[in-house]
Nanobody, 124 residues
């Protein structure tokens, strides 16, 4: 049983930056990822990172602006967000896959453990 907790959300103006953190109760030994959900929309994948941190994936909508990373010694994953746009406004969730699942997809059903979310609001 892995518990995840996000932090770092807030309100910023367009063009600004935020860094989200996801603290895990223990090292997950699995792929982890970030998802987001805006009001009235389905939850969508943002980025994922492999267990060792060497392989990453980004949705086209955030590629070049967001950077995912993890520090396994601290059991923590990060999402550095820059050049933020109003359309980035959403609740952001961190998630972790089962250690046996490979390769995972950026779909909700492929992730077993979830945090409660942290709100990001980008104003114009």
């Amino acid at each position: 049983q892995v518990q995840l907790a996000e932090s770092g959300g807030g309100s910023v103006q367009a063009g600004g930056s935020l860094r989200l953190s996801c603290a895990a109760s223990a090292y997950t030994y699995s792929t982890m990822g970030w998802f987001r959900q805006a009001p009235g929309k389905e939850r969508e994948g943002v980025a994922r990172i492999s267990a060792g941190g060497s392989t990453t994936y980004y949705a086209d909508s955030v590629k070049g602006r967001f950077t995912i990373s993890r520090d396994n010694a601290k059991n923590t994953m990060y999402l550095q967000m820059s050049s933020l746009k109003p359309e980035d406004t959403a609740m952001y969730y961190c998630a972790a896959c089962d250690s046996r699942l490979w390769p995972p997809r950026m779909v909700v059903s492929d992730y077993k453990y979830w945090g409660q979310g942290t709100q990001v609001i980008v104003s114009s």
